[in-house]
């Protein structure tokens, strides 16, 4: 059998995997994982993904999507193992400054092995409840210039439903229509699909990456592939990212 795929991961985060005990996602996002993620080193990235692609190989998982900060460790690590991966710089602005992030992104990309088939790379606002509407028209725009996909979290969890109305003033659905018409789209979980959702999703160019452990130990329930996949969806290992983009 071929390789198999992993759709959507933080491949350093392996060494947190503890700390999800009882938490829902947002507490565990803001109490746990970002004030340790503060103080990450480029070592303990660099070899926390070695530790998370050996385990991937040895579960016969070949190419993982990646979205991780340094990612530059990342991609040291994915080549020393010879392992395929999709990288890129997660994009997120509500605290901080989205050029300064973006700038890190060119700097990531410009300085990849052209002859290296193996690494290719996505732009990747981290979330559309973590994104302002200009870290998502930024987003877009390098996504355009690059010729790349998106590979953004979507409707996770129920929290987040509000949270993107806040800030966007419409859906999930309608945001990603308005920024990334005519980029091809990895959507991590969309776990709180409505039918409405899934109807106009059918229409777009973009595949689900499903999550069910990590949704489960997070509480956002699993989403519902089978009807998913009934309505015509494309769900993970089908995903069609896994095609070469340079
Ligand atoms: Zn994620």
């Known amino acids: 059998m ?11 985060m392996s060494i947190f995997r503890v700390s999800t005990e009882g938490c829902k996602l947002y507490e565990w996002l ?9 103080k990450l080193t480029k070592e303990n990235i660099y070899y926390a993904s070695l530790l998370s692609f050996a385990e991937a190989i040895s579960t016969g998982t070949t190419c993982v999507n990646d979205q991780y900060f340094m990612p530059e460790e990342t991609r040291k690590a994915a080549n020393e193992l010879g392992l395929r991966a999709v990288l890129t710089r997660p994009l997120m602005d509500l605290e901080g400054n989205i050029d300064e992030r973006i700038d890190e992104f060119r700097k990531f990309y410009e ?6 088939d193996l690494i290719t790379y996505t732009v990747s606002p981290h979330g559309l409840y973590t994104c302002s509407e200009n870290c998502l028209k930024k987003s877009a725009e390098l996504a ?10 979507f409707l996770e969890s129920i929290d987040e439903i509000e949270d993107i109305k806040k800030i966007h003033g419409t859906d ?3 945001v990603l229509k308005k920024y990334f018409d005519g980029i091809h789209l990895i959507l991590a979980h969309a776990v709180k699909l409505t039918d409405n959702d899934i109807n106009k999703l059918k229409n777009m160019d ?3 990456a499903h999550n069910p452990i990590s949704n489960l130990m997070l509480g956002c329930k699993i989403a519902d592939t089978t009807k998913y996949l009934k309505e ?5 290992l089908r995903n069609r990212w896994a095609r070469v983009w340079k």
């Open 2 to 12: 071929p390789g198999l795929i992993n759709t959507h991961t933080h491949i350093a």
């Open 30 to 38: 803001h109490e746990k994982i970002w004030p340790i993620e503060e």
């Open 111 to 116: 300085t990849r092995d052209k002859q290296n």
């Open 144 to 153: 355009k210039e690059y010729n790349l996909p998106i590979h953004v979290h």
């Open 172 to 174: 999930g659905v309608n």
């Open 206 to 208: 973009c595949g689900i």
């Open 232 to 236: 015509g969806l494309n769900v993970a």
